[in-house]
DNA sequence: ATGAAAGCGCTAACAG
DNA sequence: CTGTTAGCGCTTTCAT
């Protein structure tokens, strides 16, 4: 049954103190060459490993770090995390990975669960529904440090990792109006959250630079495939006003799409239609979507890379700092 | 900084000993009542937190679990994270993620890695690239539970949890006979993947069934939207030879769609094409890909339970076992 | 009903 | 150069 063996077995074996074990497997200086080579010799026979609770309890510090996501099953997620992973191992971090569900009471509950387990650093991307933030807040009173990214909590300072989603939207929508469309349907998120309505500010800012009208009846609250399902009457009753649709992602890009030309429009043709996030569903549709790209394997590295600064430097206090990806137009074919 | 409150504070703060503290903490019937809720009140207040880590080391056990999966970002992979976070969440588990990014090096590492942090048990779908399995032998020799999904290493005996592949390409190819097919295009996966072969040998049981003859020329290694590209030529070549297409999995399927739309067949009158996975691509493509249905999600709970049951009965023998999970064909447009 | 003490595996003063 | 000792925070005999 596992792995048994301690220093304390390998001093009793090979006659010495458990101090010079630990301190052989470690190279300490103190130790003379014979005896380090003799202990490091029979420790890597005999298989010996550490007990990584028993360094994390004496250390206070656990060498891992914690992940709180909405949903893992979601492209731009899963490439964060894949981004978080790959730096993480690299660097010799482990990963406790959590699932918020988008609700806030299990977020807290993760929050908490992490913050037990001693894990030196927090990365988080909020939950939709949250709108309590007092788990957060006392968390970064207890100094625990945190990173979030995407889905930011304004409500307290700390590192992030944003896309510049005002950019994004703002570069869509002048990306249709360049194309000679004036009038531009945005199927808009919730207005709670921040990337949302950043978005949306983004589209409504290149509307205004054009000194297009703005006009409230042409921002839905639309952001699914089911609710483009639901929503299609309404949606339709609008088409022939417009002639660009700029969706908040492009899952409800996709379904707008395809319920058009179920409709018998035309896309670009007819109608142009933009997306935000470049997943992998972006390529696989036809027309290939024209979307927004977002670079979630990155800012999963770039989040690692805000943490491990602080927790390298524990005594240098470091302004915090937001890094900003600013997107980019991935030109294809329903725009 | 931290929350610093120890048993040992609270102990002095009131009088008592730590003893007396840790047993009133959780419900000891030794303890009066009195003692009790002054304890616990006063840990309430203070908003005591055990130390996890102290836990695990003085328990020998971490309430961790440990999973290695080849890459997160991959729906089926996903979605059996999401089934496996879930329930490992509701039972009060940790979950520490790895990634082996299908090699097999890495793979060992995070083996490694995951027993020297003293998960209670692990989580595994094997690489790709994985052909010596001495890591897996090790662990398991050394004790250490752990179960299988999906890509599974029948070198060694564990618990499972698998698709029936074989019943899934059986059914496939099945399908497409009974739509009046005969000549049928199988798209394969690399004959080292116990998976690929399992949905190959269905489908060739399948054409022994109806009395179909089996053609070499008619099983490619083919497993990739890229590679559906580069054997475009090839493929296209066999096409007036046959009817219909079973590929190994939905993209291939998808590219593969795409590829004869562009060369003038039509999906599903002239070749009827079938994937199997049903991942979120299946249904936002035109036509919508007819696919064999894989149950993620489903399956990382079924992993979870069997692990369980094996560590809330540390002591009870029990043989190990195998969750088939049997497909059903998911009826689109494609075929 | 409560306390003292040992120990989980390891590190790091402090001695010699 | 090496050993002794005191913890890290918690549980658990064994006393009382």
């Known amino acids: 049954m596992h792995n048994k063996l301690t220093i304390k077995d390998i001093a009793k074996k090979l006659g010495v103190s458990v101090s010079t074990v630990s ?14 080579s ?16 028993a360094l994390s309890l004496r250390k206070q510090k656990s060498n891992t770090i914690g992940l709180i996501i909405p949903e893992i099953v979601h492209h731009f997620f899963s490439s964060v995390i894949s981004g978080i992973e790959d730096l993480t191992y690299r660097e010799g971090y482990n990963l406790i990975i959590c699932q918020s569900n988008e609700n806030q009471f299990r977020e807290s509950t993760n929050l908490q669960a992490l913050i037990d387990h001693r894990v030196d650093g927090i990365i988080i991307s909020m939950s939709k529904s949250t709108t309590n933030f007092n788990h ?11 990173v979030f990214f995407d889905r930011i909590c ?18 869509a929508t002048e990306y249709l109006i360049k194309k000679g469309c ?3 349907l945005h199927l808009a998120a919730a207005p709670n959250l921040l990337i949302g309505r950043n978005r949306r500010d983004g589209y409504l800012e290149a509307l205004r630079q054009y000194n297009i009208p703005i006009r409230e ?4 609250k639309c952001d699914t495939r089911e609710e483009v399902i639901t929503m299609q009457n309404h949606i339709l ?41 470049d997943g992998p569903i972006a390529t696989i549709v036809e027309p290939a979507l024209t979307t927004v790209e977002q670079k979630g394997y990155d800012m999963g590295r770039e989040a690692v890379r805000l ?10 206090p470091i302004d915090y700092q937001t890094r900003v990806f600013t997107p980019t137009i991935k030109e294809r074919e329903s725009a």
Chains 1, 2 share one sequence.
């Open 23 to 36: 301190r052989a497997l470690k190279d300490h200086p103190d130790i003379s060459e014979k005896t380090k």
């Open 38 to 53: 003799l202990i490091r010799n029979f420790a890597n026979e005999m298989n010996y490993r550490p007990n990584v609770l």
């Open 136 to 146: 957060f807040k006392k968390a970064w009173e207890d100094g625990i440090p945190m």
């Open 154 to 171: 304004d409500a307290i300072e700390t590192d992030r990792v944003v896309m510049d989603d005002f950019e994004g939207g703002r570069l």
């Open 182 to 184: 004036s009038n531009i």
């Open 217 to 220: 009846k042409f921002i839905l």
């Open 237 to 277: 009753s609008l088409v022939p006003q417009i002639d660009a649709i700029f969706a908040v992602n492009d899952s409800t890009a996709i379904a707008t799409i395809q319920m058009l030309r179920r409709n018998g429009y035309r896309v670009p043709e007819d109608i142009r239609v933009i997306g935000f996030g």
């Open 307 to 316: 943490l491990l600064q602080r927790l390298n430097n524990p005594n240098v």
